[in-house]
């Protein structure tokens, strides 16, 4: 069946797994349109670290390179969402935010999650910059500081001990976490690290806005330069519901399977980044866009030659 879709590849988000895909596609001759909604995860930070010859980019023009790469080799934007996705005959259909529907035949989902900070106050001023949730991408920025580290979830414990690393100075604000055993206890107080479960009703900063310290019940402040956090992570991906693709429970909740390859259970619609794997940075993330843009040019390929055969052997 011939196809006659408006794109080989929708790409639905313009982060560096989205991005990382485009580029591979356009690369590949094929006709790719990426939506972007201009929302990446790391906005709200200045800088980027960990990523090999771009240590210290700032995140923006980071993905405004990555954007001008991939138009030179052909690919589309448009700045709109995606509102609902469904199966057609021979690809996708995505209904766009502003009301337009495209096709293509084959989907690529790479628009990430979002964070969802405690709701105290004076914490979400500070995101990105004195209120953190990697060490490894913020920890040599606070080094030697004043650090807390600031329960959401018993996995918090974790978090405590990951940032000793960076500080000698780590208060363990353990409300969020339930009650520290004496094993924990001991284990952190080994290498000096402050129990302090009282819970926090504020973030304090001065008049230039820089965090000085967290307030705790009963009105005691803790002095800190910078706080390490984990917000609830809710992955960006309600467009995809209508077409019930299975998905993996995991302690940071419930996140779209798909393989090495992206693939997901369906097997026009791949997945790549943060949509998928919470817990990837923006390395892990770029290698998964290549690897997912790569692999549904190879999935079209494929069928770029089943449709031929089934020509010839029509005529």
């Keep these: ?10 790409i639905i ?10 580029q591979m596609l356009g690369r590949s001759l094929r006709s790719v349109l990426v939506l972007d909604t201009a929302s990446p995860r790391n906005r709200f930070a200045a800088h980027m670290h960990g990523i090999l010859g771009g240590d210290g980019a700032d995140p923006l023009e980071f993905l405004a390179r990555g954007r001008a790469e991939a138009e030179a080799y052909g690919v589309q934007f448009r700045a709109v969402g995606a509102s609902t996705v469904a199966e057609t005959a021979t690809g996708m259909a995505v209904t766009t935010t502003d009301g337009t529907t495209l096709t293509a035949r084959r989907l690529i989902a790479a628009t990430g999650v979002r964070d969802e900070l405690p709701p105290i106050p004076g914490l979400a001023e500070g995101w990105g910059r004195d209120v953190l949730h990697c060490p490894y991408c913020h920890g040599w920025e606070v080094r030697g500081s004043r650090l807390g580290v600031l329960a959401t979830s018993p996995m918090a414990v974790h978090q405590a001990h990951l940032i000793r690393q960076w500080s000698e100075d ?6 969020d976490a339930g009650p520290v055993d004496d094993a924990v206890a001991r284990t952190l107080g080994s290498r000096g690290v402050v129990i302090e479960p009282r819970r926090v009703v504020e973030v304090t900063r001065n008049d230039a806005g820089a965090l000085t310290g967290a307030r705790l019940e009963g009105g005691q402040n803790v002095p800190l330069d910078a706080i390490f956090t984990a917000g609830e992570l809710h992955p960006n991906d309600a467009y995809l519901d209508g077409l019930a693709l299975e998905r993996d429970e995991m302690p940071f909740g419930s996140f779209i399977r798909a393989d090495f390859t992206g693939k997901t259970s369906n097997a026009r619609v791949f997945a790549a980044g943060n949509i998928t794997s919470p817990m990837a940075n923006v390395p892990i993330s770029m290698s998964a866009g290549t690897m997912a843009g790569s692999m549904v040019n190879m999935d079209l390929v494929t069928e770029d030659f089943d449709l031929a055969t089934e020509r010839i052997d029509a005529a």
């Design 1 to 10: 069946m011939e196809t006659t879709n408006d794109f080989d590849v929708i």
């Design 13 to 22: 988000g313009a982060g560096a797994a989205g991005l990382s895909a485009a």
């Design 170 to 175: 780590v208060v363990f604000l353990s409300a």
